[in-house]
C-alpha cells in the first residue's frame, strides 16, 4: 500500500489536473471559441467545477489529510511534505466552510448583478445597479462573517486574495502612499516640463506591433517552448501547468504602449508561473502564493523594466524600424516622456502608475467603510466623486467614467488592494535586485535581464505556497512589506522626468 503521503499528494495532483481543465475550457472560450457556442461551453465548465468542489471538499481527502496531521504521522513527514499537508488542511477546511447553497446563490446573485451593471451603465444610471450592489455587500459582509476575522470584516475578504494581511496594514502602506503620491502630483501638475500621449497616440499598424510583443516576451525570458501568445479582448495569463502557460494581449493600433506594456505584464505572469516547481504540480509547493505576489510579478516587468529607460532604448531602434513613418526623425528622448506621460484621468485600467494607486486607494477606502458598515451604497456615487476630487483632482461627469466603471463590484468585495499591493511589492523586490545586482540596468539596456528572472526564480517563484505572501517578501528582501520603494521609485523616475526635485520621504 502506497504511504499516506504519496497518496495524499496523488489526490492533489487530480485536483491540479480538474483545475487545468477548466482553465483549457476558459482560454478556449477567451480566444477560440466560436460566439454560438457559449451555452455548451457553460455547462461543460459548471459540470467540471462541480467536479472539482466534489474533490476538493470530499470526506475521502479530508480523512487523510486529518490522518496524516496526527502526532504519529506528522512527526514522521520532512518538511516540505509537511507543508503540502498544512495547506492541504487550511484549503481543505476553507472549502468545506462555505456551505455549497450559499456558493449558488452567490453566483446567481452575481450573474444578476453582472447584468444590471450592464444596463446601469447604458443608461448611465446608478440606481438601476444600486440594489444588486446593496445585495453583494451583504453577501460580502455573510462571506466575512463564514470565514471569520479578528478586527475588521474586510480582513476575511482580504484574506481570500492575500493572505495574512489585515485592514490595518492596508490603512498604514496606503496612508502612507497617499501621503507622497498626491503632492508629486501637483508638483508634475505645476512642473514646466509639459508632456503628451500625442506620439504613442498615433497609428501603429498591429503587425508591427505583434512583432514587438513576441520579441518583448522574448527579450524578458518568457518560454515560448512552454507556452504561447494569443489575441482576446481581455488580456489574462493561465497556466495549465508550469510547461503549458499562456499568455494574450490587446492591440489598440491608435495606442501604441497598450499591447507593448500589457503583453510583458502578462509576460510577468507568465514567467512567474513557468517558474513553479514542475515536480510540485497540484499541491501547494508548485502554486503561486497569492494575488499580490502575482501581480507584483507583473509590475515588476511590465514597469520598473519595461518602461524603463534602459528597457526602452534597447527597444527603439525596433519600433523605429517597424513604424518608419511615425517615429523615423523622432528623438528617444521624446518617445519616452510620451511613453511615460502622466496625467490624472477618470479610467482605472488607463491609468499611467504614478496615479494608479488612487484609484485602488479610493475603492480600498470605500470598500472597507462599506464593509464595517460606516457608509451606505445609495451614497456611492457622491463619496466616489468626493475623493475623485480630493485624490485626483478631477470631477467623473457621469456615474458612467465613475463609480459603475468595473465589473469587481458585481462580485463579493476584496480583490482592489492586491493591485496596489503588487505594485509595492514590485518595487521592494527590485529594489533588493538592485543591491545585489548592481549592474542590471545595464545588462536590461543590452537586452539581457536574464539575472534578474534567475533571482526571481530563486526568491520568489520556486518557493510556491510555502510561506504566507507577507513572509515570502520580508525573506526575499530582508524587511517587512513597506510602500517606501515604490515611492522612491515614483520620485526617480518621474522627477527625473518632469524635473521635480526629490520631495517624497
Ligand atoms: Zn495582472
Known sequence: MANKITELKQKLLECGNIGAISGILEWDMQTMMPAKSSHFRGMQSSTVSGITHNLATSK???DLINSLKEDSEYSKLNEDDKIIVDRAL???????????????EVAQASSEAHVAWEEARKRDDFDVFKPHLEKMVGYSKKVA???GYEKSPYDALVNEFEKGLTTEELDSIFGELKDAIIPFLDAIKNSSVKTSHDLVNKFYPEAGQWELCNEALNTIGYDFTRGRLDKSTHPFTTGFNPN??????????NYVCESFLGTIHEGGHGLYEQGLSVDNFGNALGQSVSLGVHESQSRLWENLVGRSKQFLKFFYPKFQKQFPENLKSVSFEDFYKSFNHVEPSLIRVGADEVTYNLHIILRYEMERDVIEGKIKVADFPEIWNEKMKKYLGITPPSVLKGVLQDVHWTGLMGYFPSYSIGNIYSAQLYHKVLEEIPDLEDQIGQGDPSK????????????????DPKILIEKATGEKPTARYFIDYINDRYGEIYEIARMMM
Not at 503549458?244 to 493600433?253: A, G, L, S
Not at 534578474?452 to 510561506?467: A, F, I, N, S, T
Open 145 to 147: 462573517d463564514i470565514y
Open 60 to 62: 475521502e481527502l479530508g
Open 452 to 467: 534578474l528572472l534567475d533571482w526571481l526564480r530563486e526568491k520568489v517563484h520556486k518557493h510556491g505556497r510555502r510561506y
Open 244 to 253: 503549458d502557460v499562456r499568455v494574450t494581449t490587446r492591440i489598440d493600433e
Open 90 to 104: 487550511e484549503d481543505y477546511t476553507k472549502a468545506k466552510k462555505m456551505p455549497v447553497e450559499l456558493v449558488k
